[in-house]
């Protein structure tokens, strides 16, 4: 059988508002004082504690959002002054860039005097002519009376090479590392002719020469400084190409020696094209020297 209880939740909680009621009647009455105020007080120690432990977990999440408000404001500031450090540098470069390249023109401007007695064209060098050979191009051409077979020299008066081809608003430039024709210099008192070395990489800059005398050799020395002939026809006589690399001994007449150049095919910026020859309507001929082959006899018999 089911045991019957009585739900007393109604009388209590209309109890309860009873109580409250009257407390608050003796509360306005004795102005907060009594055992109302006792309650309230009472009341409020134990709502203190809680208030603190709500506070105490409450504050650090509050701290926590302002927090990640100021790391993305942070991180926005950062952004802005990287921006700003990017366009500095870039304008720093520039500058450096300029002041390299003046300095490179003040060079030209100094060149030695045994050339100061040919026209000049100075040219900035725009990039290499193709991916297989040395060739490079420079941003000057028949508009500047730059033409084919012309010498190009670097800032320093170095040989760097001829003048391949020309057009109007700009040029090609063959350097003596990677020309198929030779050029005519002395060493040490004798004449001989300087070749590039084949067989080298394509993407390799900077390569020795081959030097060959043929007739009346004397030994060189490292370090002795080789020049462009007097007899030569394509260049000016007395232009600094580079120096005997290592001691070579003459073999009988001839002579066979590597030379390093003086120039800098990765470094060039600017390069100055001689007037060469004098007279524009003079042919330029290059150095490779002429194979003679001996004519041949034939005999017959008796005679």
């Known amino acids: 059988m089911r045991e019957y209880r009585q739900d007393h939740s109604l009388p209590l909680f209309v109890t309860l508002i009873v109580v ?13 004082d009594g055992l109302t105020a006792s309650l309230r007080a009472g009341a409020n120690r134990i ?25 993305a404001s942070l991180r926005a500031e950062n952004d802005a002054l990287r921006a700003e450090l990017a366009a500095a540098k870039g304008e720093l470069a520039t500058v450096a860039d300029k002041l390299e390249r003046l300095e490179v023109l003040e060079r030209l401007q100094n060149l030695p005097l045994d050339i100061q007695e ?109 020049v462009t002939s007097r007899l030569s026809q394509a260049f000016p006589a007395g232009l600094p190409v580079g120096t005997v690399l290592n001691d070579a001994i003459a073999e009988g007449q001839t002579l066979t020696a590597s030379v390093e150049p003086f120039m800098n095919l990765g470094q060039l910026r600017v390069v100055v094209v001689l ?29």
């Open 47 to 71: 709502i203190q504690p809680v208030e603190g432990v709500a506070q105490a977990v409450v504050d650090p999440v509050a701290d926590f959002v302002d927090g990640m408000a100021n790391i």
């Open 275 to 303: 007037v060469w020859p004098p007279d524009p309507a003079a042919p330029i001929a290059d150095d490779t020297p002429e194979v003679t082959v001996p004519p041949v006899t034939t005999t017959t018999e008796g005679g």
């Open 20 to 32: 409250a009621f009257l407390l608050m009647t003796f509360d306005l009455r004795s102005g907060g």
């Open 118 to 226: 040919y026209g000049k064209s100075f040219a900035n060098v725009t990039g290499r002519a193709g991916t297989f050979d040395l060739s490079f191009r420079i941003d000057h051409g028949l508009e500047s009376g730059v033409l084919v077979g012309q010498p190009v020299l670097d800032d320093n008066g170095y040989l760097v090479g001829r003048i391949l081809e020309s057009w109007t608003g700009g040029a090609t430039v063959v350097p003596i590392t990677g020309d198929v024709d030779a050029v005519t210099v002395t060493v040490g008192g004798q004449d001989g002719i300087l070749r590039s070395i084949p067989g080298g990489s394509d993407m390799e800059l900077e390569r020795d020469l081959s030097l060959d005398v043929f007739v009346n050799a004397t030994d060189v020395q490292a370090g002795e400084q080789v």
